[in-house]
């Protein structure tokens, strides 16, 4: 089981970012994906979570009416779309996978390397 998440990238604030996590060893009919970032000097928070039965979506407070979690089972990636960023969502984003979405962060697994996500003028 491997989660590859992508799309990082340096960016304006109010700008728009796409992050991408790829799915290989297992299918996104079983498992739900979620969004996590971390910043320097700053604990793991979660971002964002889609289900695997009914695509319901879970999204952090912080990130309500900006961000975007979706799926395309067919290319078995998860997407989330960033807009109206802020300085404050820099960090980096990891992806992560689980039986469902409201559980403890610690029950997350298949960490991936994350990508780099700045906001800056």
């Known amino acids: 089981v491997q989660l590859q998440a992508s799309g990082g990238g340096l960016v304006q604030p109010g700008g728009s970012l796409r992050l991408s996590c790829a799915v290989s060893g297992f299918t996104l009919d079983d498992y739900v994906i979620g969004w996590f970032r971390q910043a320097p000097g700053k604990e793991r928070e979660g971002v964002s979570c889609i289900s695997s039965s009914d695509g319901k979506i879970y999204p952090g407070d912080s990130v309500k009416g900006r961000f975007t979690i979706s799926r395309d089972n067919a290319k078995n990636t998860v997407y989330l779309q960033m807009n109206s960023l802020k300085p404050e969502d820099t960090a980096v984003y990891f992806c992560?996978?689980?039986?469902?979405?409201?559980?403890?962060?610690?029950?997350?697994?298949?960490w991936g390397q994350g990508t780099q996500v700045t906001v800056s003028s």
């Open positions: 992560a996978t689980a039986p469902e979405c409201v559980v403890p962060m610690s029950v997350f697994s298949s």
